[in-house]
């Protein structure tokens, strides 16, 4: 977003993006007095309705929290809450003949699990320390924000078990609704090479880590049958050669880091190609 020279100069360093929206930020007014945020507003909205502003949007520090009432009593709404829990963003769609085009905000959870095999074949399993009944599992948690996938698998593990890994690939991912938060979830597989053997965790999730024959694991009544299922289709997916891969690139718009997954056969030939 770049500054705008909005005849709304009421308040100070507004900012305009390409879809016709305005971002105001708290801490950047010099006055967060609520009785003069009141007056700046009720000014302000008529001029970005004549300018043909579409979305206007408020970040406010909890230290502002004063201005909240008056955001819900001129129609904005509650959109999300900073990471760190310090911001809330409200919103007002103002074309009054178009629906809103705001989208929501983030809906899908990202987790990751990892399949570790080490030389003997033996697979790094979990045994988690909380829940309704013991659970014998796959290490792996939530990626987190601004997290690769593999990157995300690598600390999981690590976390969870003391066995340091490198990435060879993504092998498939599992989607749900209605999980924490009333989010929905994504829960990616992938596929670690161990750097050592030796176990060590000091995560509260875990009671137990070991290395375990597949054969064992498949058939320990403690094993949820998702995990079965991802264990067999790794077997299946590797038997016939196929995984995806990760190269990485740089977004040709916003000139973003970005992570390419892709699916190859043992030759690391793209399929299709």
């Known amino acids: 977003m770049s500054p705008t020279d909005s005849t709304a100069d009421s308040f100070e360093k507004l900012k305009t993006d390409r879809f016709q929206s305005v971002t105001i930020c708290s801490e950047n007014e010099s ?3 609520v009785t003069t945020f ?3 507003l009720s000014k302000s909205i008529p001029i970005w309705q004549a300018e043909g502003k579409r979305t206007i949007w408020f970040h406010v520090q909890r230290k502002c929290s004063q201005w909240l009432p008056v955001l819900c009593e001129n129609e904005f709404l509650f959109h999300h809450v900073s990471l760190d829990g310090d911001v809330v963003v409200m919103y007002r769609w103002l074309p009054q003949d178009k629906p809103s085009a705001v989208p929501p905000y983030a809906h899908t959870m990202v987790g990751v699990g990892g399949i570790v095999l080490n030389a003997s074949g033996e697979l790094l399993v979990v045994l988690q320390k ?11 948690g939530y990626v ?3 997290e690769d996938l593999s990157d995300a698998a690598i600390r999981e593990v690590e976390e969870e078990t003391g066995v340091k890994t490198k990435f060879l690939s993504c092998f498939s991912f599992r989607h749900t609704h209605g999980a924490n938060f009333g989010c929905s979830d994504l ?8 750097l050592s053997n030796d176990t060590n965790s000091d995560s509260d999730e875990v009671e137990d880590v070991r290395w375990i024959k597949i054969e064992e694991f498949l058939n320990d009544p403690k094993v949820h ?5 991802f264990i067999t289709t790794f077997l299946q997916n590797k038997e016939k050669g196929i995984s995806m ?3 990485d690139g740089l977004h040709p718009v916003n000139r973003q880091p970005y992570s390419f997954y892709h699916i190859t ?5 793209s399929e299709g190609t």
């Open 31 to 33: 006055s967060q007095d």
């Open 38 to 40: 009141a007056s700046k």
């Open 130 to 140: 909380f829940g309704t009944r013991e659970l014998l599992k796959l290490p792996g």
């Open 144 to 146: 987190e924000p601004r």
């Open 187 to 194: 829960y990616f597989i992938v596929h670690l090479e161990p």
């Open 225 to 229: 049958a998702v995990n079965r299922l």
């Open 245 to 247: 891969i990760k190269d």
């Open 265 to 269: 056969d043992d030759s690391g030939t």
